[in-house]
């Protein structure tokens, strides 16, 4: 499969366990956050989007959290499996449609 | 499967060559993307095109042009490629008509190799 950022921050958890990760978003304007999952091999897949006039929304075993004060969005992956590992990207809308990508976080999944 | 096509999946070129790259939008989405994703540098927005007209671009060099025909098709063209322009390529497309909400959705990308 493809090497996508050699150098990404892991997180590794256990099959079953929660998982939560993190991104610092650059700019207080932006008004619209999304979550996209990268695996080995594949393009970005849209997983769950937030408008910065929510600070919670759901989906199905995932929820992504926003907190504008410190500029912080997360997305948390309940009752992790390993078909989850993979890449996880925010990404933040701030002008026009022009998507912003934060680094990534390499999420593997330990059974 | 998104719906987003790419052609070619692989491409291996020399340096000052030029390529093509082809996307073929979701049935439905007038808005078309392109991103480079290299190592160093992450997922970068390069262009976008609406409905046959360019909208946003972002971090495009002046040796990449891009162009959406009136079938939506859109194709990203490089030119006296270099090394540092190895990278996957991606194509995105949305409907282009929910605003800063619409959700755009990834094709599998073109991976171009300069040697």
């Known amino acids: 499969g493809e090497s996508v950022g050699l150098h990404l921050p892991t997180l590794s958890v256990q099959e079953g366990d929660n998982s939560i990760i993190n991104c610092a978003y650059s700019n207080s304007a932006s008004d619209y956050f999304i979550w996209y999952k990268q695996e080995s091999g594949k393009g970005p897949q849209f997983i769950i989007d937030i408008r910065s006039n929510m600070d919670k929304r759901q989906g199905q075993r995932v929820t992504v959290l926003l907190n504008k004060t410190v500029k912080h969005l997360s997305l948390q992956i309940a009752a992790t499996q390993p078909g989850d590992s993979a890449v996880y990207f925010c990404a933040e809308n701030n002008a026009g449609n022009m998507l912003t990508f934060g680094g990534g976080t390499r999420l593997m999944v330990k059974p | 499967d998104s719906g987003v096509t790419q052609t070619p999946k692989h491409l291996i070129t020399a340096t000052g060559q030029r390529v093509t790259l082809r996307c073929s939008p979701r049935s439905g989405d007038l808005s078309v993307y392109w991103y480079q994703q290299s190592l160093d540098q992450g997922l970068q927005f390069l262009i976008q095109y609406y409905n046959g007209e360019e909208r946003a671009k972002g971090n495009i060099l002046e040796r990449f042009s891009a162009q959406q025909f009136p079938d939506l098709h859109s194709e990203l063209n490089l030119s006296s490629l270099e090394l540092g322009d190895s990278a996957l390529y991606f194509c995105?497309?949305?409907?282009?008509?929910?605003?800063?909400?619409?959700?755009?959705?990834f094709g599998p990308g073109t991976r171009l190799t300069v040697l």
């Open positions: 995105a497309s949305s409907p282009g008509t929910s605003g800063i909400t619409d959700t755009q959705y």
